[in-house]
């Protein structure tokens, strides 16, 4: 039934596309846009940029949120400060954006994977555990799909352990766990503001750090490690790089962020409609339906046996609904299997890996557009 589905699908629509994700802009941004062109400050550091930083501060209770370029420096910065290096081990999961272990071995660390949860799709904490070893100096868990990693259970290994713990809470700005924002706690915190994201600076991201004497540190690791005196002269202390945010990107920012609780209640919204009206005889695979922790930033379900992705892509895009596929099983590309890697470790990821494929989700998808996705 399911594949003779797909072929029914594959009959051209003439409506109007779906695509798989579309920014909300309020309107502020082009505003803050003309006032940071019209001051003739563009670049990063500036009143916009100070004040994106304030009101993030703000959002998540933070006490000190840093703007970089993208998530990615984010976490090498974060890893840095973790003093991460050769001979080190980080545990991450598989299923997650290549960035995420890209960035422990560009810190010259060996990456550990440990497989994911069925249900939650997010790594397993009991297999975190068990691949602990005396080299293992951080964890690296991802809130998939913008459902948080069990923060709880997350923090007390950590601690039991010594270990540092790096989120990669890319796409789960907004999310919660024990009524409190994420990034509101914790160690060391990463946000992505790409523009698939909840809200967005077009590129973008930010680091939460929870340390005076840290967030100093990534001031100086992300502008060139250039210290600035009074009377106009200066020093260099480390070798930073160049991560400091635009004030035009900051101003995309500035104009999201208010919106940001407004997109996430709608983006609930619709992942509820999903779930009333996808048709379950279908046998399609859908996700934990926590509407307690998660901002849905995406709205993943798995195809089931027999019928193969890129048909079913292409069936839909024929239609002219856009699908997604996050995220491949990461430890089967090529770069990890030449680290030893292999088919089979991860049975979870890789199954869902395979068959996971990702539904348009946006705030201003309208009622009738789940309907017709479903």
């Known amino acids: 039934m399911a594949l003779a589905s797909v072929r029914r699908m594959t ?8 695509p798989f994700n579309r920014p909300a802009v309020t309107g502020r941004e082009l505003d803050y846009m003309q006032q940071a062109i019209a001051n003739g400050h563009l ?24 703007l970089t370029t993208s998530c990615t420096h984010a976490l090498e910065m974060a890893l840095l400060l973790a003093g991460i290096g050769a001979g080190d081990e980080v545990i991450t999961t598989p299923l997650s954006w290549v960035a995420t272990a890209n960035v422990v071995l560009r810190a010259g660390a060996r990456v550990v994977f440990a497989d994911v949860d069925p249900a939650t799709r997010n790594i397993d904490l009991a297999l975190v555990e068990q691949a602990i070893t005396p080299r293992t100096r951080a964890l690296l868990p991802v809130d998939l799909a913008g459902l948080p990693v069990d923060r709880d259970r997350l923090h007390d290994i950590a601690r039991r352990h010594g270990l540092r713990v790096i989120e990669d809470a890319a796409q789960s700005m907004g999310a919660s766990w024990g009524g409190r924002p ?29 340390d005076a004497a840290e967030a100093r540190a990534v001031e100086l690791w992300r502008l060139q490690g250039v210290e600035r005196h009074a009377d106009g002269g200066m020093d260099v202390t480390l070798p930073g790089g160049k991560h400091n945010l635009t004030d035009v990107a900051a101003c995309i920012g500035l104009g999201q962020l208010p919106q940001l609780p407004a997109f996430n209640a709608r983006r609930r919204e619709l992942a509820r409609r999903y779930f009333a009206e996808l048709d379950r005889d279908l046998g399609l695979g859908l996700p934990l339906a926590d509407f307690e922790h998660g901002n ?11 019928v193969e992705r890129g048909a079913f892509i292409a069936a839909m ?6 699908i997604g596929v996050h995220y491949p099983a990461m430890h089967l590309f090529r770069l990890f299997r030449e680290l030893g890697w292999r088919a089979g470790q991860f049975p979870h990821a890789e199954r869902i890996g395979a068959r996971s494929v990702t539904l348009p989700l946006f705030p201003a998808m309208r009622d009738a557009d789940v309907t017709r996705v479903a």
């Open 182 to 210: 994420i990034g509101s706690f914790g160690d060391l915190v990463s946000f992505s503001f790409h523009a698939n994201k909840n809200m967005t600076t077009s590129e973008g991201g930010c680091l939460v750090v929870n």
């Open 317 to 322: 895009k024929a239609r002219g609904i856009g």
């Open 43 to 66: 670049s990063g550091d500036g009143a916009f940029t100070k004040r994106c930083h304030a009101l993030l501060e703000t959002i998540t209770g933070a006490p000190k949120v840093l």
């Open 296 to 306: 849905w930033h995406m709205f993943q379900v798995l195809l089931p046996e027999g």
């Open 11 to 18: 009959e051209p629509s003439a409506l109007p596309p779906i």
